[in-house]
């Protein structure tokens, strides 16, 4: 089955500092999502990205956060200026259609340590 | 907002029990409803779904049914195996939306 590729698996940044975590979708896949996972906590949405445009976000994905399709492969997530809280592992998600009920294909994962 | 909550683990069973994860939600109108499992050193990868009430979702398994009037949407399996360890998320998802709204996960240990 195709898989959604993230890196890299494991990120330590110290605070204030600027990460970018990749991802490289489904070749034939249009809409692109991010989601984060801080530990013992609930998997959140952040973000939808389809056409080249946010399509759909949440309250976390605020003015720190951005996101991009810089090629025809790789989707990524900017966090301008790294808190503390921050830290957790961040999912790539990918789907043909974007439609409800549709398969989402998630990566393995990026852990983002903020120091 | 729509939510989901999920029963507390670690969950440890032995090989070939029976397997029962509570999952109930909150959501206005008709959700669908989701089981991810994750399982060590992977991504979330869908197991099964179920679009409107009394719909049984079922894979590898794996059944859960979509129970509008207790709102639960509860994962079974008869006979659990050890290659089920991994982590079980429930999940929903309004008509209207693209996102997906997760519970915290369970993590299932089958011991042999």
Known sequence: EPEVTQTPSHQVTQMGQEVILRCVPISNHLYFYWYRQILGQKVEFLVSFY????SEKSEIFDDQ???ERPDGSNFTLKIRSTKLEDSAMYFCAS???GATNEKLFFGSGTQLSVL | ???VTQMEGPVTLSEEAFLTINCTYTATGYPSLFWYVQYPGEGLQ????ATKADDKGSNKGFEATYRK?????HLEKGSVQVSDSAVYFCALQAPTDQKVTFGTGTKLQVIP
């Open chain 2, 1 to 3: 907002g729509d939510s």
């Open chain 2, 69 to 73: 009037e207790t709102t639960s949407f």
């Open chain 1, 51 to 54: 056409n080249n445009e946010i």
């Open chain 2, 46 to 49: 869908l197991l099964l779904k």
């Open chain 1, 65 to 67: 956060f951005s996101v």
């Open chain 1, 95 to 97: 789907n043909a259609w």
